[in-house]
């Protein structure tokens, strides 16, 4: 979302776009999975331990049907990501900012550079169905 927010407000600072499992902010778009949501809208624990089971858990879930789950890659990501600094707030405020994010649709047909759209069939955070949207609004791509 961002790499397409700068495509279009700096054009001449864009070389190419690659969109990765990302979305047009359009609010037609089916919404993440119920499983996925109510993770996301959920506070992450505080105490450390509660808080590796609680995001081992979301990225399972993020993970999708079909794909190897790495849980202990996983554990030991999430408990280097909390020693370094644990911060749920922010957590929070990205997810408000993606909710709240304006519809790029009809800006997007302003993007010119070579752009590579790359989203998944089976996404159960940003369906298939935005990575279709974000192609259809740049011009060449669909």
Excluded at 68 to 94: H, N, S, V
Aim: proline share 9%; charged share 20%; glycine share 6%.
């Amino acid at each position: 979302m961002i790499a397409q927010t700068v495509a279009i407000r700096h054009p001449s600072r864009v070389l190419s776009l690659i969109s990765i499992y990302s979305t047009t902010g359009n609010k037609d778009l089916p919404p993440p999975s119920p499983d996925v949501l109510e993770f996301l809208l959920a506070p992450a624990p505080s105490e450390r331990e509660a808080y590796i089971e609680h995001m081992v858990a979301l990225f399972r879930v993020m993970a999708g049907p079909g794909f190897l789950f790495d849980e202990a890659w996983t554990r030991m990501i999430t408990a280097k990501a909390y020693d370094r600094c644990f911060c749920p707030e922010g957590t929070g405020r990205q997810v408000l900012a993606i909710m709240n994010q304006a519809n790029r649709k009809k800006a997007l047909a302003s993007v010119t550079v070579p752009t590579l759209i790359i989203h998944g069939t089976d996404d159960p955070v940003v369906p298939v169905e935005a990575g279709i949207d974000t192609a259809e609004a740049i011009p060449g791509l669909s």
